[in-house]
């Protein structure tokens, strides 16, 4: 399968559902990828089992504030130096380039950054959706070793950073990105073809761009309705349609993880058939957990997604706002978030939340 400019939108669309809310906004990267494609031509989405095993794999996402990437999203030529410094440190030629994160704005991202790296981008990712730790990926919970991570900005700096922990490599990682001015490539977690068949999460392409044309198939009809094949095509669930009542700041007594640090509550009061009914929706960098009457509905890491009712796009965490009309969907995750040491990097409790993992109603 080759991914070229036709496709983008409905892989951004795609890439944003997958988001949970976080992730940055993918139609914001879509002109870069565009530009890339223009110039260096489709990019090969290509299945892990047919690259040679002793291959290697490089993980790439952006790295920082998105609030920074509005004015500054990066040229998407980042990957060209860091593949040089992979293949110089390991020995070895890089057969592919994975996203490790489909979720929001990476998702096209990647696609920059493989076709200007002169490579294939695997039908894979490191999350199947998004997280906002640099440790939260499929990869840590393998085992696979996290470093050494090679990050570069868009002047072509390139910093190496050996870790031997998630952790570690977060508080360095970010530390590197911030000397960038806040924005920047990271590879981590480089590994074997062989290593990556059963470390990560297969098909992470080929899903974003099937919910994208899902949605596109859609057009004209009510959001609510779009949801609902979503949730009926991909094994999950519309919890509600309904009106923000409230969105509310949470003291959380957590200083340690960056993941935990940011945290909100709001109200969804039902609307159309939906009327009488009311949801709590717990958010972080991503919408974190649905509960009603005191019973939970969803749970992270399965993938909460809200739906604006009037334009059909995503609402971002940072952009619930009261008044908002929304539909809300819930998608099961990968299920290897579901062994003990994904809950344990992943569920509720990892995010500051007194919950524990429950499947999704219905389900």
Request: include cysteine; hydrophobic fraction near 40%.
């Amino acid at each position: 399968m080759r991914l070229n400019g036709g496709c983008l939108v409905d892989f951004a669309r795609g890439c944003d559902v997958l988001a949970a809310g976080g992730g940055g906004y993918a139609g914001g990267t879509v002109p870069m990828a565009q530009v890339a494609l223009d110039t260096q031509g489709p990019v090969e989405i290509i299945g892990l089992d047919d690259l040679p095993p002793d291959g290697l794999v490089m993980p790439c996402a952006y790295l920082g504030s998105p609030a920074v990437w509005v004015e500054r999203i990066g040229t998407g030529r980042e990957s060209i130096a860091i593949r040089r410094q992979v293949e110089q440190h390991f020995g070895a030629e890089v057969v592919a380039m994975m996203c490790t994160e489909i979720g929001g704005s990476n998702g096209p991202a990647s696609v920059a950054l493989a076709a200007n790296a002169g490579l294939p981008l695997a039908d894979a990712d490191g999350m199947g959706r998004a997280f906002p730790g640099v440790e939260q990926v499929a990869m840590q919970v393998a085992g696979v070793q996290p470093g050494p991570s090679v990050l570069a900005d868009d002047h072509d700096h390139v910093v190496l950073v050996q870790a031997d922990t998630g952790d570690w490599l977060e508080r360095l990682a970010r530390s590197a990105v911030t000397a960038f001015g806040d924005t920047g490539v990271s590879s981590e977690y480089v590994m074997t073809v062989e290593q990556a068949r059963t470390s990560t999460v297969n098909g992470s392409i080929s899903r974003a761009l099937k919910i994208g044309r899902v949605l596109a198939d859609c057009t004209g009809v009510p959001v609510v309705t779009a949801v609902r094949r979503l949730a009926a095509e991909f094994g999950g669930t519309c919890l509600m349609e309904g009106k923000v009542s409230m969105v509310s700041p949470v003291q959380t007594s957590t200083t340690s993880t960056f993941a935990a640090s940011l945290r909100s509550t709001a109200l969804l009061d039902g609307i159309n058939s939906d009327s009488g009914r009311c949801l709590r929706v717990e958010v972080g960098h991503e919408y974190l957990a649905i509960l009603e009457d005191g019973e939970v509905r969803a749970t992270t890491p399965d993938i909460i997604t809200l739906f604006d009712v009037y334009s059909g796009d995503v609402v971002a965490t940072d952009s619930l706002r009261y008044g908002q009309r929304v539909v809300v969907l819930a998608l099961p995750c990968p299920p290897l978030w579901l062994q003990p040491a994904g809950l344990e990097l992943v569920g509720p409790r990892a995010f500051g939340l007194d919950l524990d993992y429950h499947p999704l109603a219905g389900s």
